[in-house]
């Protein structure tokens, strides 16, 4: 029987991230989608498509390859500062799209709009139901979990599939403003080893990481909002954002957990790890402690000027450090100081949390606010 450890330290936890050598991110996953398959006489393959391409779960040199592309691209902050015009349009738009109402939820109304057309614009995702991608998307995060019931594999597969066919029918997204989208840039450079169809499935699992973005901004948001008024004061400025955002980070991390295998017999801590036995990353306890009370009803303390510990893993370490982590800070220093700003008396209705119910996310699904005079 395989043995599970269950890691609630943060040094512990950085060590399995970074541990490549003895330790794997997870790609039994393939192997056991298309074991189904053929057990049970079922067509999974566009779901096993979208698991060979997902970052999290590849390794070797084929990792390497497509890490390098998509940094290439769209990773760093120098490729990403040509894309920030585009951005700071966007966010003034969706700003403009809510100034007109008294009382909102900020995240069906603002946040999610706003996060869904920059990102499907830099990647190159063209979907005639942003609504409905968002749902098949947020099926991906499923994934993290092993050994999915085949009711739940064949959902996936079903969803993935129709998005797939739908973006592999058009042409690729044409330039904004001299910037090549993700999606157009990959099919203009042949990687060996990788179908059109591929390249695809990897942009659409690169959005789906996305949506993590999403719950962590909503706890921070959630966070400032339930914090004292000078909080909420130095939210408004950039200056505050820049310097407390990966503390901010840290406290809000909506990731619950992350898994990986052993390889090989090592020791961590003072854990005897055998061969195949299961590693789970514990986000929340590494981060907020072990009380197992939810760290969204838990009051936090935020200090003006004065916040510390920072250290925080929602992005990983290692070889699989997220991609996207560089225009994940940039929209949080763009969209926490501009909502503040432009509405300081923001308020919610209820300071108690509407929580997301998922497997892998702990967040708030709704922020039902009262804008108040700006």
């Not at 991608?133 to 092993?146: V, Y």
Request: proline content about 4%; overall charge positive; aromatic content about 6%.
């Amino acid at each position: 029987m395989k043995r599970v450890h269950i890691i609630e330290e943060i040094d512990l936890a950085k060590e399995v991230f970074t541990s490549t050598d003895v330790i794997s991110e997870g790609a039994s996953m393939e192997s056991y989608i298309n074991e189904v398959q053929l057990k049970c006489n079922i067509d999974l393959s566009n779901l096993s498509c979208v698991v060979r391409n997902f970052p999290f779960f590849m390794e070797g040199n084929r990792h390497t390859i497509i890490r390098q592309k998509v940094l290439k691209h769209i990773g760093t902050n120098a490729k990403l500062a040509s894309w920030e015009p585009f951005i700071d349009k966007s966010l003034n738009e969706a700003l403009d799209n809510i100034k007109s109402k008294k009382q909102i939820d900020l995240l069906a109304d603002f946040v999610n709009p706003f996060l869904q057309k920059t990102t499907c614009t830099l990647l190159g995702i063209l979907t005639k139901d942003p609504i409905k991608f968002d749902k098949c998307t947020n099926l991906a995060e499923e994934l993290l979990n092993p050994l999915l019931p085949i009711r739940t594999l064949k959902k996936m597969d079903s969803a993935f599939t129709e998005f797939l066919e739908e973006v592999l029918s058009k042409e690729p997204a044409k330039e904004i403003d001299g910037n090549i989208p993700l999606l157009t840039a990959l099919l203009k450079e042949p990687i060996e080893g990788f179908s059109r169809k591929d390249i695809t499935a990897l942009v659409l699992v690169i959005y789906a990481g996305t949506i993590a973005l999403r719950h962590t901004l909503a706890n921070i948001i959630f966070r400032i909002l339930t914090s004292t008024k000078t909080i909420k004061q130095a939210a408004a400025r950039s200056e505050w954002v820049h310097a407390n955002l990966d503390y901010l980070i840290r406290e809000s991390v909506a990731v619950k957990k992350v898994s990986r295998l052993s390889k090989e017999p090592f020791t961590l801590g003072s854990l005897n790890i055998k061969k195949n036995d299961k590693l789970i990353i514990d986000l929340q306890a590494v981060h907020h402690g072990t009380s197992g009370q939810c760290p969204l009803h838990k009051n936090i303390n935020l200090k003006n000027e004065n916040l510390k510990d920072n250290s925080h893993l929602p992005f990983g370490r290692g070889s699989h450090f997220c991609l996207g982590v560089n225009y994940s800070k940039i929209i949080l220093e763009k969209i926490i100081p501009i909502l503040f700003k432009e509405y300081p008396n923001l308020a919610l209705q209820s300071v108690l949390p509407d929580l997301f119910e998922h497997s892998q996310m702990l967040s708030v699904k709704t922020l039902h606010c009262h804008l108040g005079d700006y």
